[in-house]
């Protein structure tokens, strides 16, 4: 997918003011913020959970070559076959010529991030293949035109139900339906045939496991299961080669994680192992099955400050808390990952110089470091990010000039607070009765779409002199 981040403020401002979308996104609190907070109290010892996920997904990372080659022997020795692609247009490349081999025309896909930054749909076009998203929240956004997901875990969070029933009914060529069961029922009768008639299913995989060969997908619609069950006689799995796990109880561990993090689920309605093809005298499963592992970057994160990142089990809990994401949606963030996660993946994947706006896609409240449930310190890694941009001069002319006018003051404490004092005088008299801002002459960006609140009581500097005064009088 084409990197679209160096316009991200343009964007954000644009979903600012649709109201639209403003409704939806309010299904983020309700839903998933919630939900998450009900199911991580389900257990005992969350604590104590995250610090063995965190123990268990760095010796995998540590050590990733050793795993890898560890899963390949496994998962060669029970009939797969394991492909690497450098980059993610490699990795498309190698999923034609998988399907080109086996006289594949039609592909089933279960939910797959890694696919969208392969464009591998487009790939497969391309080369003649017709790909059918699977996946419900998929297949809307691939039936509206192959829209971007907006989220990694609830891709079409940005739409509501009216939205897609308009939807349906003018693609389907039926009647309008209003509620959500009948529109499950109307998508389960289209993909029903395509299931039938594809000959490959392709996959991502949540994790693969070193010690079977095995891949991990974990869903709550149960398509992956028909997607590489039924008749497609080819199963490709496209995953992240940071997604190795060397054994099933690491599985187990992080498993006891992520749904609750992404949904608040105990666990997912479907949680799929797959080891190997069909065996003789086997009734269900493909006649040959790929693993086609993507670098896309990652391995260039091993060693470096920022490998923590590689840790992430894309639960989107960090998305979902972040107030950020929640006023402005997936769609802003211009690539594949979105909301801090994504900050921080995409000037890491695709090169800082690519994603100058991302990094400042935070306001560093800490609360995504928080609700990660492998606490990637995200903060620390986007507050790194900013460091290299302003050393490598990626930051605009007046920025610099910003920061070089608050450090002569910063190092004139007079001087600095004669003008915070002017400073807020100033505010609270534009504030006037109404006590808030409507329009701050070179600070758009914080009263454009809202109304800023004028500084009130005391300044710091003042409650600071008061507090010392007070605990010395003590
Ligand atoms: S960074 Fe943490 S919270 Fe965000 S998706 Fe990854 S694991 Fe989940």
Redesign the pocket.
């Known amino acids: 997918m084409e990197i679209q981040s160096m316009h991200f403020q343009q964007r954000a401002g644009q979903k600012l003011a649709d109201q639209r979308l403003q409704q939806n996104l309010k299904k983020l609190s309700t839903k998933f913020v919630s939900g998450r907070a009900s199911g991580i109290l389900e257990l005992d010892d969350f604590e104590g959970t995250r610090d063995a996920a965190i123990e268990r997904r760095m010796r995998a990372i540590e050590n990733l070559d050793v795993w890898l080659d560890t899963f390949e022997q496994e998962a060669t020795r029970r009939g797969a076959t394991v492909l690497y692609a450098e980059s993610a247009e490699d990795a498309s490349r190698l999923v034609v010529e998988i399907a080109k081999k086996h006289g594949v025309k039609k592909a089933t896909k279960s939910k797959s991030m890694v696919s969208e930054e392969m464009s591998l749909n487009h790939a497969l076009e391309a080369a003649g293949i017709q790909p059918i998203e699977t996946d419900l929240g998929e297949y809307i956004l691939q039936i509206n035109g192959n829209e971007a997901p907006s989220h ?1 875990i609830a891709p079409v969070v940005h739409k509501d139900k009216e939205e897609i029933a308009e939807l349906f009914a003018r693609v389907h060529h039926r009647p309008l339906l209003t509620d959500i069961p009948a529109m499950t029922r109307e998508a389960r009768e289209v993909l029903r045939p395509q299931f039938l008639s594809a000959e490959m299913g392709i996959t991502g995989g949540n994790f693969i496991i070193a010690e079977t060969g095995s891949v991990a997908i974990v869903t709550n619609e149960g398509n992956e299961g028909m997607c590489t069950l039924l008749p497609p006689k080819v199963h490709v799995v496209v995953t992240g080669i940071e997604k190795v796990l060397p054994t099933l109880e690491d599985l187990a561990t992080v498993m006891r994680l992520l749904p609750r ?1 992404a949904t608040g689920q105990s666990i997912s309605n479907y949680v799929s192992l797959l080891t190997g093809p069909k065996g003789e005298g086997e009734q269900d499963g493909p006649e040959h099955m790929y693993f086609v592992l993507v670098d896309g970057g990652r391995s260039g994160l091993v060693g470096t400050e920022f490998q923590d990142m590689l840790r ?8 979902n808390h972040c107030p950020v994401y929640q006023k402005i949606g997936g769609h802003s963030y211009g690539w594949v990952y979105p ?3 994504g900050s921080v993946l995409t000037p890491s994947y695709a090169g800082i110089e690519n994603a100058l706006d991302l990094p400042q896609a935070s306001t560093l409240c800490g609360e ?1 470091h928080v ?4 606490k ?1 310190p ?1 903060p620390d890694l986007l507050r790194k990010l900013r460091e290299k941009q302003f050393e490598g001069e990626l930051r605009p002319r007046t920025e610099y000039f910003s920061y070089a006018v608050w450090a002569f003051m910063a190092r004139r404490p007079a001087l600095y607070s004669l003008a915070t004092r002017i400073g807020v005088r100033v505010m609270r008299l534009m504030g006037g009765r109404k006590k808030s801002i409507s329009s701050l002459p070179f600070a758009g960006g914080w009263t454009d779409t809202r109304e800023m609140a004028a500084p009130s009581g005391k300044t710091f500097r003042e409650l600071y002199k008061q507090r010392t005064h007070d605990r010395k009088r003590e």
Not at 312 to 319: D, L, P, S, T, Y
Request: net charge positive; glycine share 10%; aromatic share 0%.
């Open positions: 990694i993090s992430c089990i894309r639960c989107g809990a960090c998305m909301g801090p996660m995504c609700v990660c449930p492998v990637i995200l």
